[in-house]
């Protein structure tokens, strides 16, 4: 009896002593293995049990950085390849940069690799970039806001050094793709121009100039820049069935836009089919003479075109802004 | 207004009628712009009639008080003044910092009404400037246009120009400030220089340059000029319309118009230095090129030159353009600056400059802004546009580019629609002559019926008397247009055109006729109640401190401390230095503690706030807080850290549920302390429709100095360092026992060591008690 329980002491020890030895070794193991991993691709690929045992188990003196998502086009979440494309970014980065070291690491778990991480941690969206510290457990600041910060590289990095004082220089891979879109098009344009060369007159073709000048005109003044900067949903869906026009005069739909864009177009038409009716600008009275009732038909197509569609414009406008007094033809 | 828009009509027709009397369509040409002068001055006064001839707004007030230093003082003070109320402790080079145009301009006109013994104060030449330059507006642009296409359009575009929203709106009386002059200089010098490239005399030329001279003086906006005219001609020689008359007026306009707009010190050698002026440098060598090649050209017309001209040209477009990039990487020519690099890649400020981003005029432009500002004009100038180009010569080549460039702009930034707004102007004035010119032509066949209650004037009964005997009662209108469409196209045109004129003054009373400084709210009974609180606290200011004591304050509010307050700020409206600005909004960001240690580095024995809650004025610090957060993040990452005042959801509030961070800060605090007012439950804020979440504090550092009637403005005193951390004596217990009670009484002092240490006892006089500064007293 007495040797026994000394033989269980003893048995005991050992154990505690050796899973003393491994816990020990577990770290320096677990960060070699990570920088393995990290060297052959830079964001570690998690399932349940790496993410236990590298991110969830004790003994850690390093962060982690896990991207939760879900990549699958089964799921269609468009947003996620954007997130991990910038989160390459930002992992590379890193990877390569000057200031690589063993405190810091990038994962991912997709949802169908690791949907029990998901419940585990109580994650119903996708996509996540969440910190986990080196000590203690992650706050609610610990995981990234996309909404405020954005979803650009330079926004994970301000994130990252923010939560573990790591600073981490962007550098983006030079995006040929512009250069390349824009040899393109001058190699076309260019080569179009030499295949033609002996017949260039489509160059001073003035109606071709004209309608791009004025399609420029409308893109600009419905407000497509601002659509491009703010980037705005193409329209609103609500209960009550969808709204195309944005309620305030500080924001407004793609849609919208392009509403606009047509009824300014449609003024502008009908002005334009106006002044041929009446004659043009060449001012040809033999011509003006004929014809008269296919012009004055002509004339008033222009002329409602003009009325009703500003008068819808001025309506639109009216629904935007507070306390607008004035409208025509329509409330 | 009405003026305007009934003087619309007749001058389309007068050209028909009157084109053998020329003293008549002058005498119509002469009052069509006095009258929209006359429109374009009323529109502009409702701020003066409602308020009182004030100064607005920010900017104005530095323009303000530099005028009035340079009236006092005279030109070379002015040139050489340095600042020392502004900036502390850098100070500012006014004279090396300014567009000194506007300020020059009105000191003439004060010198030379003074010179008529005519005592008129210089804030009423300030205020009433930019009305007065709104009619010059109005003529160069009718220059401007006639010069394009006619006379008729030329009126049309000066009577829009004068009564626009997107012009009126920066230059309404009270507004004091550079735009309100450039738009004239920018209007004429186009002008002039469509002048000089028709006729291509060097008298134009020259011309051409002293205007483009003033709009250096006048506006940084000059950088749009200096790279449209080379744009213009660079376009003119891709398309083969290279002449005599081009290459003598832009070298000519060139050479002068860098000489003399390196005169002015704000701009100095930046011409040459610098990329956005590179494009009018490489043109120019461009031109050289391209005319010895024509010379060559003209030596020998036969044989291959056609080629060669083609081929030469373009090399030495590339060589130019190679030669600057180089010259750029070499660093010999400055990069483009952020605010110029933003126009182009429209994300750069927002990641980069965050002190850009933060001006509400450098968003973009949605398009009920657009049609806010010019309303008819928006969807009626393409038609100009197209007819321009489908009619082109020279100077429709320029004002399409002109167009096109600036429509632009004006997408990227709201604050350039100033720069649109004239061309807008140019080309809606040309497609309404184009239409009612038509229109209107075949009066001699069948007089509109509509004519005589449309039209008032005086010729309009002559131009009946010689029509009728031509008249042709039915047969005329079977071939024509015909008496109804013609009459209903006039008609309409005229409900137009008056929503328009009814637009700009609804737009301008409503929107850009409020001097910002006094503001006015209305009752439920439609009583208008002023709100002077501003004047009030600034007014505290000058009577209240002492002559040098410096004001922190966020830099919105710089200008007017320093104009109305007299006193010295640390930041202003002119943000050139964003360390500075970054370290006020650190302070601002930080809690008290840490905020007094940067106040007494920086040497603050006031801090202003403008608090909002009690009214419900939206403009106020805490909504802009979030700025003065990012712009002390991009400078101290350490210390400041946007997400630490939002609330975990990633809300911006004030109320309970804010966080820690936001709760603490100095900018918090100084707008709640003591807030007791808004209705109920008292200390209700009605901005933010929340109940602050910290109340009932104290401050220790700070101590309220003064608040005005209502809570708009807040000024605190900062304690100097022996004042704060003082337990309170009653004066009874001012002497001092012989045992320890002192440092019994200092248990949040400096610690046990006191009791060791012996001091000296003087007889009557209370002990110096030293505090320490405590983290958070609450």
Same mark, same amino acid.
């Given at each position: 009896?007495?040797?026994?329980?000394?033989?269980?002491?003893?048995?005991?020890?050992?154990?505690?002593?050796?899973?003393?030895?491994?816990?020990?070794?577990?770290?320096?193991?677990?960060?070699?293995?990570?920088?393995?991993?990290?060297?052959?691709?830079?964001?570690?690929?998690?399932?349940?049990?790496?993410?236990?045992?590298?991110?969830?188990?004790?003994?850690?003196?390093?962060?982690?950085?896990?991207?939760?998502?879900?990549?699958?086009?089964?799921?269609?979440?468009?947003?996620?390849?954007?997130?991990? #494309?910038?989160? *390459?970014?930002?992992?590379?980065?890193?990877?390569?940069?000057?200031?690589?070291?063993?405190?810091?690491?990038?994962?991912?778990?997709?949802?169908?690799?690791?949907?029990?991480?998901?419940?585990?941690?109580?994650?119903?969206?996708? $996509?996540?970039?969440?910190?986990?510290?080196?000590?203690?457990?992650?706050?609610?600041? #610990?995981?990234?806001?996309?909404?405020? %910060?954005?979803?650009?590289?330079?926004?994970?990095?301000?994130?990252?050094? #923010?939560?573990?004082?790591?600073?981490?220089?962007?550098?983006?891979? $030079?995006?040929?793709?512009?250069?390349?879109?824009?040899?393109?098009?001058?190699? @076309?344009?260019?080569?179009? @121009?030499?295949?033609?060369?002996?017949?260039?007159?489509? @160059?001073?073709?003035?109606? *071709?100039?004209?309608?791009?000048?004025?399609?420029?005109?409308?893109? *600009?003044?419905?407000?497509? *820049?601002?659509?491009?900067?703010?980037?705005? $949903?193409?329209?609103?869906?609500?209960?009550?069935?969808?709204?195309?026009?944005?309620?305030?005069?500080?924001?407004?739909?793609?849609?919208?836009?392009?509403?606009?864009?047509?009824?300014?177009?449609?003024?502008?038409?009908?002005?334009?089919?106006?002044?041929?009716?009446?004659?043009?600008?060449?001012?040809?009275?033999?011509? %003006?003479?004929?014809?008269?009732?296919?012009?004055?038909?002509?004339?008033?197509?222009?002329?409602?075109?003009?009325?009703?569609?500003?008068?819808?414009? @001025?309506?639109?406008?009216?629904?935007?802004?507070?306390?607008? $007094?004035?409208?025509?033809?329509?409330? | 207004?009405?003026?305007?828009?009934?003087?619309?009509?007749?001058?389309?027709?007068?050209?028909?009628?009157?084109?053998?009397?020329?003293?008549?369509?002058?005498?119509?040409?002469?009052?069509?712009?006095?009258?929209?002068?006359?429109?374009?001055?009323?529109?502009?006064?409702?701020?003066?009639?409602?308020?009182?001839?004030?100064?607005?707004?920010?900017?104005?007030?530095?323009?303000?008080?530099?005028?009035?230093?340079?009236?006092?003082?005279?030109?070379?003070?002015?040139?050489?003044?340095?600042?020392?109320?502004?900036?502390?402790?850098?100070?500012?080079?006014?004279?090396?910092?300014?567009?000194?145009?506007?300020?020059?301009?009105?000191?003439?006109?004060?010198?030379?009404?003074?010179?008529?013994?005519?005592?008129?104060?210089?804030?009423?030449?300030?205020?009433?400037?930019?009305?007065?330059?709104?009619?010059?507006?109005?003529?160069?642009?009718?220059?401007?246009?006639?010069?394009?296409?006619?006379?008729?359009?030329?009126?049309?575009?000066?009577?829009?120009?004068?009564?626009?929203?997107?012009?009126?709106?920066?230059?309404?009386?009270?507004?004091?400030?550079?735009?309100?002059? &450039?738009?004239?200089?920018?209007?004429?010098?186009? /002008?002039?220089?469509?002048?000089?490239?028709?006729?291509?005399?060097?008298?134009?030329?020259?011309?051409?340059?002293?205007?483009?001279? /003033?709009?250096?003086?006048?506006?940084?906006?000059?950088?749009?000029?200096?790279?449209?005219?080379?744009?213009?001609?660079?376009?003119?020689?891709?398309?083969?319309?290279?002449?005599?008359?081009?290459?003598?007026?832009?070298?000519?306009?060139?050479?002068?118009?860098?000489?003399?707009?390196?005169?002015?010190?704000?701009?100095?050698?930046?011409?040459?230095?610098?990329?956005?002026?590179?494009?009018?440098?490489?043109?120019?060598?461009?031109?050289?090129?391209?005319?010895?090649?024509?010379?060559?050209?003209?030596?020998?017309?036969?044989?291959?030159?056609?080629?060669?001209?083609?081929?030469?040209?373009?090399?030495?477009?590339?060589?130019?353009?190679?030669?600057?990039?180089?010259?750029?990487?070499?660093?010999?020519?400055?990069?483009?600056?952020?605010?110029?690099?933003?126009?182009?890649?429209?994300?750069?400020?927002?990641?980069?400059?965050?002190?850009?981003? !933060?001006?509400?005029?450098?968003?973009?432009?949605?398009?009920?802004?657009?049609?806010?500002?010019?309303?008819?004009?928006?969807?009626?100038?393409?038609?100009?546009?197209?007819?321009?180009?489908?009619?082109?010569?020279?100077?429709?080549?320029?004002?399409?580019?002109?167009?096109?460039?600036?429509?632009?702009? &004006?997408?990227?930034?709201?604050?350039?629609?100033?720069?649109?707004?004239?061309?807008?102007?140019?080309?809606?004035?040309?497609?309404?002559?184009?239409?009612?010119?038509?229109?209107?032509?075949?009066?001699?066949?069948?007089?509109?019926?509509?004519?005589?209650?449309?039209?008032?004037?005086?010729?309009?009964?002559?131009?009946?008397?010689?029509?009728?005997?031509?008249?042709?009662?039915?047969?005329?209108?079977?071939?024509?247009?015909?008496?109804?469409?013609?009459?209903?196209?006039?008609?309409?045109?005229?409900?137009?055109?008056?929503?328009?004129?009814?637009?700009?003054?609804?737009?301008?009373?409503?929107?850009?006729?409020?001097?910002?400084?006094?503001?006015?709210?209305?009752?439920?009974?439609?009583?208008?109640?002023?709100?002077?609180?501003? +004047?009030?606290?600034?007014?505290?200011?000058?009577?209240?401190?002492?002559?040098?004591?410096?004001?922190?304050?966020?830099?919105?509010?710089?200008?007017?401390?320093?104009?109305?307050?007299?006193?010295?700020?640390?930041?202003?409206?002119?943000?050139?230095?964003?360390?500075?600005?970054?370290?006020?909004?650190?302070?601002?960001?930080?809690?008290?503690?840490?905020?007094?240690?940067?106040?007494?580095?920086?040497?603050?024995?006031?801090?202003?706030?403008?608090?909002?809650?009690?009214?419900?004025? !939206?403009?106020?610090?805490?909504?802009?807080?979030?700025?003065?957060?990012?712009?002390?993040?991009?400078?101290?990452?350490?210390?400041?850290?946007?997400?630490?005042?939002?609330?975990?959801?990633?809300?911006?509030?004030?109320?309970?549920?804010?966080?820690?961070?936001?709760?603490?800060?100095?900018?918090?605090?100084?707008?709640?302390?003591?807030?007791? !007012?808004?209705?109920?439950?008292?200390?209700?804020?009605?901005?933010?429709?929340?109940?602050?979440?910290?109340?009932?504090?104290?401050?220790?550092?700070?101590?309220?100095?003064?608040?005005?009637?209502?809570?708009?403005?807040?000024?605190?005193?900062?304690?100097?360092?022996?004042?704060?951390?003082?337990?309170?004596?009653?004066?009874?217990?001012?002497?001092?026992?012989?045992?320890?009670?002192?440092?019994?009484?200092?248990?949040?002092?400096?610690?046990?060591?006191?009791?060791?240490? +012996?001091?000296?006892?003087?007889?009557?006089?209370?002990?110096?008690?030293?505090?320490?500064?405590?983290? +958070?007293?609450?």
């Amino acid at each position: 009896m007495k040797y026994k329980a000394l033989l269980c002491l003893v048995v005991i020890l050992t154990f505690y002593q050796g899973a003393a030895q491994t816990r020990a070794k577990g770290l320096e193991e677990k960060l070699q293995q990570l920088a393995d991993m990290t060297a052959k691709k830079s964001i570690i690929p998690l399932n349940f049990n790496k993410f236990k045992e590298y991110v969830k188990s004790p003994p850690r003196d390093y962060s982690f950085i896990v991207m939760f998502t879900a990549m699958a086009p089964a799921r269609r979440c468009a947003i996620c390849q954007h997130v991990y #494309d910038e989160y *390459m970014i930002v992992a590379n980065s890193f990877r390569f940069s000057q200031a690589y070291n063993n405190k810091l690491f990038f994962g991912m778990v997709d949802f169908d690799e690791g949907s029990d991480i998901f419940q585990m941690l109580r994650l119903n969206t996708a $996509p996540v970039i969440m910190h986990f510290p080196a000590k203690g457990k992650p706050k609610p600041a #610990d995981s990234m806001d996309f909404e405020r %910060a954005g979803i650009h590289a330079e926004a994970i990095a301000k994130w990252i050094q #923010d939560r573990t004082d790591v600073q981490i220089r962007i550098f983006r891979p $030079p995006n040929y793709s512009g250069a390349v879109a824009f040899a393109t098009l001058f190699l @076309l344009v260019a080569g179009f @121009l030499y295949l033609r060369r002996n017949n260039l007159e489509f @160059l001073y073709n003035k109606q *071709m100039w004209a309608v791009a000048a004025v399609f420029f005109c409308f893109a *600009m003044v419905s407000g497509q *820049m601002w659509n491009q900067i703010r980037g705005p $949903p193409f329209f609103h869906r609500t209960k009550n069935g969808p709204v195309y026009i944005n309620g305030g005069s500080h924001g407004q739909f793609v849609l919208e836009s392009y509403i606009v864009a047509i009824l300014n177009g449609a003024v502008v038409v009908g002005m334009i089919l106006m002044i041929e009716a009446a004659g043009g600008v060449k001012g040809d009275p033999a011509r %003006a003479q004929a014809e008269g009732k296919r012009r004055r038909f002509q004339s008033v197509v222009g002329l409602v075109l003009v009325c009703v569609f500003f008068s819808l414009l @001025l309506s639109v406008f009216r629904a935007k802004t507070q306390g607008y $007094p004035y409208s025509f033809l329509f409330k | 207004m009405p003026a305007t828009a009934v003087a619309k009509p007749e001058n389309g027709r007068n050209k028909g009628i009157f084109h053998n009397t020329a003293g008549f369509s002058t005498l119509i040409t002469v009052t069509v712009l006095s009258l929209a002068w006359l429109a374009g001055f009323a529109s502009r006064l409702f701020a003066v009639i409602r308020f009182e001839s004030i100064i607005h707004e920010f900017d104005p007030w530095f323009n303000y008080r530099s005028t009035a230093y340079m009236v006092q003082h005279g030109f070379y003070n002015f040139l050489n003044w340095f600042d020392e109320r502004a900036w502390y402790p850098l100070g500012r080079i006014v004279g090396g910092t300014v567009y000194p145009g506007l300020m020059i301009t009105s000191g003439t006109i004060h010198w030379i009404l003074h010179a008529l013994n005519i005592p008129i104060h210089i804030r009423d030449i300030c205020v009433f400037l930019a009305p007065v330059f709104s009619g010059l507006t109005a003529i160069a642009t009718y220059l401007l246009t006639s010069e394009i296409w006619s006379r008729g359009a030329g009126l049309f575009a000066a009577c829009f120009i004068a009564i626009v929203p997107g012009y009126s709106s920066r230059s309404v009386a009270g507004s004091y400030d550079n735009e309100g002059i &450039a738009i004239f200089a920018l209007q004429f010098t186009y /002008y002039l220089w469509l002048k000089s490239v028709k006729s291509g005399s060097i008298f134009w030329s020259i011309c051409t340059a002293l205007s483009y001279f /003033y709009m250096v003086s006048a506006w940084g906006g000059y950088v749009f000029i200096i790279n449209l005219i080379p744009l213009h001609v660079f376009v003119l020689l891709v398309m083969g319309r290279f002449s005599q008359r081009l290459f003598v007026s832009y070298t000519v306009f060139y050479i002068i118009g860098l000489l003399l707009s390196m005169q002015i010190p704000f701009v100095g050698f930046q011409p040459i230095r610098t990329s956005e002026h590179m494009a009018a440098s490489g043109v120019f060598a461009l031109l050289m090129a391209v005319g010895a090649l024509k010379y060559l050209h003209s030596l020998n017309p036969k044989g291959q030159w056609k080629q060669l001209l083609i081929v030469g040209g373009f090399l030495a477009a590339v060589a130019v353009f190679l030669v600057v990039v180089l010259l750029t990487y070499m660093g010999v020519i400055a990069p483009w600056s952020g605010r110029f690099y933003s126009l182009w890649d429209t994300a750069y400020a927002k990641i980069h400059i965050p002190i850009i981003a !933060s001006v509400s005029e450098h968003q973009p432009t949605t398009w009920s802004s657009f049609f806010f500002d010019l309303h008819v004009l928006v969807c009626t100038f393409p038609v100009g546009l197209w007819y321009c180009i489908k009619n082109i010569n020279d100077e429709r080549v320029f004002v399409a580019l002109y167009a096109l460039s600036a429509v632009y702009f &004006a997408g990227v930034m709201v604050r350039l629609m100033l720069t649109l707004t004239p061309v807008v102007c140019v080309l809606a004035g040309i497609a309404f002559s184009i239409l009612l010119d038509l229109v209107l032509r075949e009066d001699e066949m069948c007089p509109p019926p509509v004519e005589s209650e449309e039209s008032k004037s005086l010729y309009d009964k002559a131009g009946k008397l010689k029509k009728r005997p031509h008249e042709t009662p039915n047969g005329a209108s079977e071939a024509g247009l015909g008496m109804n469409v013609r009459s209903g196209t006039l008609i309409a045109f005229m409900i137009l055109l008056m929503l328009f004129s009814v637009h700009c003054t609804w737009a301008t009373s409503n929107a850009y006729s409020s001097p910002s400084i006094v503001l006015a709210s209305y009752g439920n009974d439609g009583s208008r109640r002023i709100l002077d609180d501003f +004047r009030e606290a600034y007014g505290w200011l000058s009577q209240n401190t002492a002559e040098d004591a410096r004001i922190m304050s966020w830099w919105d509010y710089g200008y007017q401390i320093a104009g109305m307050g007299n006193r010295t700020t640390l930041v202003d409206n002119n943000t050139w230095n964003n360390s500075h600005i970054a370290l006020v909004g650190k302070a601002m960001a930080s809690n008290e503690s840490a905020a007094y240690s940067i106040m007494t580095a920086l040497d603050v024995d006031y801090v202003l706030v403008i608090f909002g809650g009690a009214i419900g004025y !939206s403009g106020d610090d805490i909504n802009k807080f979030i700025w003065m957060v990012r712009i002390a993040e991009g400078e101290h990452p350490k210390d400041i850290h946007e997400a630490d005042y939002f609330t975990e959801r990633g809300e911006y509030r004030v109320d309970s549920e804010a966080s820690k961070t936001m709760l603490n800060c100095l900018m918090y605090k100084l707008s709640y302390y003591r807030y007791d !007012s808004g209705g109920s439950p008292p200390g209700y804020d009605r901005t933010r429709g929340a109940l602050p979440g910290n109340r009932g504090f104290k401050l220790t550092y700070l101590e309220e100095a003064y608040t005005t009637e209502h809570w708009l403005v807040r000024i605190y005193r900062v304690k100097k360092p022996d004042e704060f951390n003082r337990p309170r004596l009653p004066v009874a217990k001012r002497t001092i026992s012989t045992t320890n009670s002192v440092s019994k009484k200092l248990a949040i002092g400096p610690g046990t060591t006191t009791s060791k240490r +012996r001091k000296g006892l003087l007889k009557n006089k209370p002990t110096v008690v030293k505090g320490k500064k405590v983290a +958070r007293l609450e």
